[in-house]
């Protein structure tokens, strides 16, 4: 039986989803999950404080897997940078992960890109920028043709491409005339990385003179 904490969060998740972070009310929240706001508050104190529960119970274990995965190769290759197509898959193939346990996690992570909300400015502090300034770290090594805001410029980018395709996942079948399926997250990811390899590996930009 779920308790009334993870009701809480699946039903705050499913709405915020569906309709983003302003247009879902705790009220609206409240009957979904069939408690009292009591409840929300005893569990979450505020909206903003469960809307940050939601997105780090998706996040974390993604940017834990990041961390571990990316580790894991540093320790392989020593003291030589790791090839940017592994980087690649050490940031990207948690996702595909967490997709396959919870498949609703695309759209309600591609709202943090969509929705403009004071809550989200936390959820990049603590949940995203420490996994990007490591991330970071790796490409830099690996890529030391560029300077580093342009490795970071080419990984915010990929971010950014990742939550586009999470965030749009549906709007894809139409959109291509029935060529490509959004819910085919494996394919999605395949192209994402092949993508975002070949942003990484493109020259850097010249100086002006």
């Not at 039903?11 to 929300?40: C, F, M, P, Y």
């Not at 980018?157 to 549906?170: D, E, I």
Request: hydrophobic share 40%; net charge positive.
């Amino acid at each position: 039986m779920i308790d009334t904490k993870e009701r809480i969060l699946d039903a705050a998740e499913r709405l915020i989803a569906d309709h983003g972070i302003d247009a879902t009310s705790l009220r609206t929240i409240t009957t979904q999950a069939k408690v009292n706001l009591a409840a929300v508050n005893y569990h979450f104190q505020s909206k903003d404080e469960l809307v940050h529960a939601v997105y780090s119970r998706r996040l974390r274990p993604i940017n834990e897997a990041r961390l571990a995965y990316l580790d894991q190769l540093e320790k392989q290759h020593g003291k030589q940078p790791v090839p940017i197509e592994k980087i690649l898959d050490a940031f990207y193939d948690p996702v595909m992960a967490e997709i396959a346990r919870a498949p609703s996690i695309t759209r309600v992570v591609g709202r943090i890109y969509m929705d403009p909300h004071p809550s989200v400015d936390r959820i990049f502090t603590e949940e995203i920028a420490p996994v990007a300034a490591r991330f970071n770290h790796a490409l830099c090594r690996t890529l030391p043709h560029l300077k580093r805001p342009e490795v970071f410029w080419r990984m915010y980018l990929s971010v950014g491409l990742l939550a586009h395709a999470m965030g749009s996942a549906r709007n894809m079948m139409n959109v291509s005339g029935g060529l490509c399926d959004g819910n085919d997250a494996q394919e999605m990811l395949a192209q994402i990385k092949a993508f975002a390899k070949a942003g990484f590996s493109a020259p850097g930009r010249q100086e002006k003179s």
